[in-house]
């Protein structure tokens, strides 16, 4: 149509433009098919996509599908195949009643080329129902007067199918007094009656029983059977008459529930008992039972349900009048249904296109509509406009489709989306309308770049974490749409500590949604620097960078590690010295701990967990510094076993043990003398390996006892008091450097100075490891934590605890030689 907008000047093109225009016209034969009910649902119905002439393939790409009004689609289109098949189970009683010829009519569209093609399928009858009558017994009462050759009508039985499929005939059980006689009428509907072929006899016989069978003419056949009870009764002769047969009733469709429409009156010539009538609802096809309600005693007719003209325009009520005994007859009451405006025009989209490019030009295809109204005549017919002063025209199409085109080209900088209503209006009195909204966007391009809605992120994630898990969320808008919308999320490639950035985090790439990869370590590295990035997928595609700090937060997972004191690799035992004279709070060693963890989860605490002389030590809580709790008794032990636990503060907290063995002595000869006692013979070869060990251990002493006379020295001569130097010079000639504990320089010395004795009483050997310093407040070093080799003390060694001066004059000799070299 655009190109004859062009070249509605040309002569030559005017013809060119009518052909085009009639290619875009849609219509073309009705296609039929036919089909019996009750197939199984995807059931052959025919070759739509022959009948259209295209390819099986062809019916997906070009849009072909149903279309319909709104009701329970029937039939549904199979691309793969090309056929027509049915959406489920199809019951023509339901769908049709009883009409003779029934079929379902729908419209298929061809979208891309907007054409529209109706079909009709006829649903051909089968026999999937017997006949039925309305009661399974029947009681007759005859008089036994009556004279043979007189007839009573029976009930009749129903077949919702129709042709040879439907009722057939009827037949009697065999007896000797009563016959079958079958009566049609003008419509063609067969009643039966009863026929008294001889004179009955109430006391020869009071009651007949008789079955009658109703047979349709289907392959199989079906019946149904109806038992008939005679009882012989006296003087009823004549049924009950209606004052006409046929009862014709005009209602609108919009009559409230409850009206009456009509009063049929039936009289009977008998008296008494036999006069008495009853009005009943014959058996009827449909639900017309559940729309009509009849009075059996006023033969009032009424409405038990509200009528609507588009389900049925009339219906046919079967009543029968029935006086005591029995007798009875029909009539019929014939309803016809108004139609009034109560129904408002359908609108239905057929297909529409969602956004049109802002370069579109005149007369660029938007939707294609259907407009349908329920009513009849005049109130049925729609007309369908725009509303509002919109660049948009309504073209007609065929039947009741209109196409919606642009009026003119559209431009997006002006208006980026159009509300669209249509409105439809029918021709009743008053006029009902629908209206139904559109809404159109303008195409747009990729102009907007993604936006973070934060200049930078942070996140944190727990040490130890899972592999996989979800760590952080970022999430950036772009204002553009369709394509030039969707968002793709990256990271920046970098790397950390020599490794990838991708071996560490990756992103989901369309929600935005990081995981970790591996699990973190706290004591590795503590944050990761990312850079995320966000690119639509527009063409070009437009990105954003923003930045991110991930923080990896402490988890309790180190125990604390004991660096002093260390076991002895040779399978001895460490001993730490206590002097029996050490008063309490004389400082005997330090338990020297660290945990990799970080703040709370590294704080160290410090608890004696078993001492073998409970009371006697305690343990800085704090600190880890093992002090006697009271003075040493001559009654103690000379080994004390304790041991120490450090503990953290992390949930839930972690700890390590570790066990002391503390000898209580004043001098090292006295430990060497106990010792002896505990130990094992050794061989003979040992004796210089023991005595090596002496030589050392009395060196040690002299060295210790050599530097305890210059300090105390020193600290007298700073108190320039001759008193303090004489009492310490007399009371220096006898005794041990043990007794100066009171001194506040030797007992600042005497805190930092410990022995280590390692004693094996299964082994044959044991070890000393000589006085070094011992930081109480700090942590010490490696270099500190290095000793010298201990001396290994021979069996011989220990032999010499019969002769106490042979051993002190030992010791005091190994002593003197270790500390000149």
């Known amino acids: 149509m655009t190109h004859c907008l062009r070249f509605r000047n040309s002569g030559g093109l005017a013809l060119l433009c009518a052909l085009l225009g009639m290619l875009c016209e849609i219509g073309s034969g009705q296609i039929r098919y036919s089909v019996p009910e009750e197939l199984e649902k995807g059931s052959f119905v025919g ?27 029937l039939f549904a289109v199979n691309p793969r195949s090309g056929s027509l098949v049915t959406a489920g189970r199809i019951d023509r009683e339901e769908l049709c009643a009883q009409n003779l010829r029934c079929t ?70 065999p007896n000797e007094y009563f016959s079958l006689a079958v009566n049609s009428v003008s419509d063609g509907a067969t009643y039966p009656e009863l026929v008294l072929e001889r004179a009955l006899d109430r006391e020869k016989k009071e009651v007949h029983q008789l079955d009658l069978t109703a047979s349709d003419g289907g392959d199989p056949i079906h019946s149904g059977n109806l038992c008939i009870q005679v009882i012989v009764l006296d003087a009823n002769d004549n049924p009950p008459v209606f004052t006409q047969p046929e009862y014709h009733v005009s209602v609108q469709e919009n009559v409230p529930v409850g009206t009456q429409l009509v009063t049929v009156n039936a009289t009977d010539p008998d ?86 490019p802002e370069e579109a030009t005149a007369g660029r295809e938007i939707a294609l509509i259907n407009v349908h109204d329920r009513d009849s005549r005049q109130n049925g017919q729609v007309t369908v406009f725009v509303l509002g002063n919109l660049p948009f025209n309504l073209e007609k199409s065929i039947d009741q489709y209109y196409r919606l085109v642009t009026a003119e080209s559209l431009d997006r900088e002006q208006v980026s989306e159009y509300n669209i209503t249509l409105k439809a209006t029918d021709g009743g009195n008053p006029p009902l309308s629908t209206e139904t909204h559109i809404t ?105 960078n923003v930045s991110m700090s991930l923080f990896v937060l402490d988890q309790n997972d180190n125990m604390p590690e004991i660096l002093y004191p260390t076991l002895p690799t040779d399978g001895s035992t ?125 060196v040690v002493s002299c060295v210790f006892l050599g530097f305890v006379i210059v300090l105390l020295a020193l600290r007298l001569r700073r108190w320039h008091t001759t008193r303090f130097l004489q009492a310490a010079s007399s009371g220096l000639a006898g005794a041990p450097a043990s ?23 299964d082994s044959r050997k044991s070890h000393l490891i000589f006085p070094q310093p011992n930081y109480a407040d700090t942590l ?28 002190e004059t030992t010791y005091q000799t190994v002593y003197m030689e270790k500390f000149k070299s």
């Open 47 to 73: 070759s739509i996509a022959r009948d259209l002439g295209l390819e099986p393939q062809e019916l997906a790409e070009r849009g072909v599908r149903i279309v319909s009004r709104g009701k329970t689609q």
């Open 104 to 173: 379902v009519k729908f419209n298929i569209l061809v979208e891309d080329k907007l054409k529209i093609f109706e079909v009709e399928v006829e649903i051909k009858d089968i026999n999937d129902n017997a006949p039925n009558f309305l009661t399974e017994e029947l009681e007759v009462k005859i008089g036994e007067l009556t004279v043979p050759g007189t007839r009573f009508p029976l009930k009749t039985a129903f077949d919702p199918d129709v042709g040879l499929n439907s009722l057939q005939n009827y037949k009697l059980s």
């Open 271 to 356: 008296e008494g008992f036999n006069s008495q009538v009853t009005y009943i609802l014959d058996r009827m096809p449909g639900k017309i039972a559940q729309i009509f309600d009849l009075n059996s005693v006023t033969g009032d007719i009424s409405l038990l349900k509200s009528l609507d003209y588009e389900d049925s325009m009339f219906y046919e009520i079967k009543i029968e009048a029935q006086d005591g005994p029995g007798l009875l007859s029909r009539a019929k009451i014939l309803v016809t249904v108004l139609d009034v405006n109560d129904n408002a025009p359908e609108v239905t989209i057929t297909s529409l296109t969602g956004s049109v």
């Open 440 to 544: 159109l966007h303008v195409a747009d391009i990729n102009d907007n770049p993604p936006a973070f809605s934060d200049a930078s992120y942070s996140a944190y994630i727990l040490e130890n974490n899972p592999k996989g898990a979800s760590i952080f969320s970022v999430t950036a808008e772009d204002p553009d749409s369709d394509k030039n919308a969707q968002i793709t999320y990256s990271l920046t490639e970098d790397t950390h500590q020599g490794a990838p950035l991708s071996s560490y985090i990756t992103i989901n790439s369309n929600t935005g949604v990081l995981y970790a990869l591996c699990s973190f370590d706290y004591e590795e590295f503590r944050d990761l620097q990312l850079v995320v990035t966000a690119s639509d997928s527009g063409n070009p595609p437009l990105s954003t």
């Open 574 to 698: 460490g001993v730490e010295l206590a002097p029996r004279s050490a008063e309490p709070g004389y400082l005997v060693t330090k338990v020297v701990a660290v945990d990799r963890d970080s703040g709370q989860n590294a704080w160290l605490s410090y608890h004696l967990l078993k001492a073998s002389e409970p009371g006697l030590f305690s343990v800085g809580l704090h600190t880890g510094e093992v002090r006697t709790a009271r003075a040493l008794l001559d009654r103690d032990a000379l080994k004390q076993s304790l041991v120490v636990s450090v503990q953290d503060h992390g949930q839930p907290p972690l700890s390590a043990t570790v066990t002391l063995t503390v000898a209580v002595a004043d001098r090292i000869p006295d430990v060497l003398a106990d010792l002896g006692s505990i130990g094992t013979p050794t061989d003979p070869d040992d004796s210089d390996l023991t005595l090596y060990l002496v030589v050392a251990v009395v």
């Open 739 to 761: 007794h100066f504990v009171g001194v506040d320089g030797v007992r600042a010395f005497l805190q930092t100075y410990s022995h280590e004795v390692s004693l094996t009483s």
């Open 780 to 807: 010490i070093s490696q270099e500190s934590c290095e000793k010298s080799e201990p001396l290994l003390v021979s069996q011989d060694l220990l032999e010499t605890k019969r002769d106490p001066t042979l051993l």
